[in-house]
């Protein structure tokens, strides 16, 4: 199987036969086949990393033995055609990190949030929220996007990122004032919706989320939960 590809345990058929326990590195046995015979194998490989390129080629060896008509035997190695697939691997690799686990009120509180395409398509019309903006204890201060700042950014409805190309980030800092005290906890996590393109043209929408920091608030005693 090429780099990236797992064979699928008991997924092999041989004319539509299961074949538990098959083995593709050792070698799979084959009945005999006779002139005009055909015969068929299936299985399935699953996807663990996107070639470099964008493209799967697989290629079949057959070890074999055919006998001659005056009865003499001759072992032959043949190779089928190779096949190519397009993988297609839109990836989007969000981390946040905030600057501060535990704050108190009037503290200022920073988030900064990495958005990296590790895939190996362009990611278009990216929109980053931040649920937690909702939150009526803390104030949003400034948003900046590389290090440009956001006039009116609105963490609900979103901050436009446009597009990310593979191997490239986007890094976005949004600052808050804690105003009180009425959670434990402020529970912080970003969501990011964004869409690709296939080679025809067709486009699919997905979203990923970050991982999610708790943000202790030292003020809180509890009363007001």
Wanted: net charge negative; charged share 15%; hydrophobic share 40%.
């Amino acid at each position: 199987m090429p780099h990236g590809l797992i064979y699928v345990p008991n997924s092999l058929t041989i004319q539509e036969k299961a074949q538990p326990g098959a083995n593709l590195a050792a070698g799979i046995t084959l009945p005999d086949i006779a002139p005009g015979e055909t015969l068929t194998l299936t299985l399935q490989a699953q996807i663990r990393e996107a070639p470099a390129d964008g493209t799967f080629s697989n290629q079949a060896t057959i070890e074999y033995t055919s006998r001659r008509s005056g009865g003499e035997t001759i072992q032959e190695i043949s190779q089928t055609n190779t096949v190519g697939v397009t993988v297609i691997a839109a990836i989007p690799k969000l981390t946040l990190s905030s600057s501060a686990l535990r704050v108190g009120q009037e503290d200022t509180l920073s988030f900064t949030v990495h958005v990296e395409n590790i895939g190996n398509t362009p990611l278009e019309e990216l929109l980053l929220t931040a649920p937690f903006a909702a939150e009526d204890f803390i104030l949003l201060r400034t948003v900046t996007v590389n290090s440009v700042p956001l006039p009116h950014p609105n963490l609900l409805q979103g901050i436009p990122l446009g597009r990310l190309d593979p191997n490239h980030k986007a890094v976005i800092v949004f600052s808050f004032d804690i105003e009180s005290a009425l959670r434990a906890y402020l529970i912080a996590q970003v969501i990011l919706r964004y869409q690709f393109r296939y080679p025809d043209g067709s486009v699919e929408k997905q979203s990923a989320s970050s991982n999610t920091i708790f943000v202790e608030m030292a003020d809180f005693d509890g009363s007001l939960e």
